[in-house]
C-alpha cells in the first residue's frame, strides 16, 4: 500500500460492544482476531525517531515492511501521514535485512486486533496490554467522522498519540522498560486511563 494514512483512534471500555455494533450496522469481518508482534527500527543516532518516521516491522497472518512519515493533523483533529506498506517472504530474512543495513530493532509491541469495513473506512478493534482501543481509517476526515458517529463515539475523546507514545507516558512511573510493550511485561501492572491522559469514546 502506497499513499496516506489518515485515521482517528479512541480508547474504549467495552469493545465488545463496539463489535456488536459494527455487526449491526453490516459492516464486513475482513480480518478475524489475529495477534500481532511489531519491532520498530532506527539507527544508532535515532535518524528516524528524531525526525517523527517510523520504520516498521509486523508479524499478523502475514509479514509486512512499514514506513511512515511525520503526522500532519487536518480539520477536526484527525492525523494523516504518508504511508508505505508491503508483504515480505519472511519475518526474520527482513529483520536481518534491515540490520545488515545499519537499523536495529528500538522497540517491540503485540496486540490483538479484528479489522472491519463499512463503505470506504476500515475499523480496527485493538487490544493492547494496557487497554483497548478503535481506529477508524478512511480517505477523508467527513467518512471517519461519520463512523465514529455511528458507532457512538465521542470526538472529543479522540486520541491523537501512538500507541508506544502513549506507553512512554507510563514506563516510569511503573518501572517498565519502554522497548518492550508486551503482554507478558505488563501482565502484573494496571494501567489507568489517566495514567495515559486519555479518556474513553464509549
Not at 543516532?45 to 512519515?69: P, W
Not at 494523516?80 to 536495529?104: Q, T
Request: net charge negative.
Amino acid at each position: 500500500m502506497n499513499g496516506h494514512e489518515t485515521e482517528a483512534k479512541f480508547y474504549i471500555r467495552d469493545l465488545a460492544k463496539i463489535e456488536l455494533r459494527l455487526q449491526e450496522l453490516k459492516a464486513q469481518l475482513i480480518q478475524p482476531r489475529t495477534h500481532e508482534t511489531n519491532l520498530r527500527f532506527d539507527n544508532a543516532n535515532n535518524d528516524l525517531r528524531s525526525t517523527s518516521r517510523v520504520l516498521r516491522l509486523r508479524q499478523d497472518e502475514k509479514a509486512r515492511f512499514t514506513f511512515k512519515g511525520p503526522s500532519v493533523e487536518k480539520e477536526g483533529g484527525i492525523l494523516s501521514r504518508r504511508e508505505i506498506e508491503f508483504v515480505v517472504e519472511d519475518f526474520e530474512s527482513a529483520k536481518h535485512f534491515l540490520e545488515a543495513l545499519g537499523y536495529e530493532a528500538v522497540v517491540f509491541y503485540e496486540k490483538f486486533r479484528a479489522t472491519y469495513e463499512l463503505g470506504d473506512t476500515h475499523i480496527m478493534l485493538d487490544e493492547l496490554p494496557y487497554g483497548e482501543f478503535v481506529e477508524i481509517e478512511g480517505e477523508n476526515v467527513e467518512a471517519i467522522h461519520n463512523i465514529a458517529n455511528l458507532l457512538g463515539l465521542n470526538w472529543e475523546s479522540m486520541i491523537k498519540a501512538g500507541y508506544h507514545a502513549l506507553f512512554e507516558r507510563v514506563t516510569e512511573k511503573y518501572n517498565l522498560e519502554p522497548s518492550q510493550l508486551s503482554f507478558a511485561a505488563l501482565e502484573k501492572v494496571k494501567i489507568t486511563p489517566d495514567d495515559l491522559g486519555i479518556q474513553a469514546a464509549d
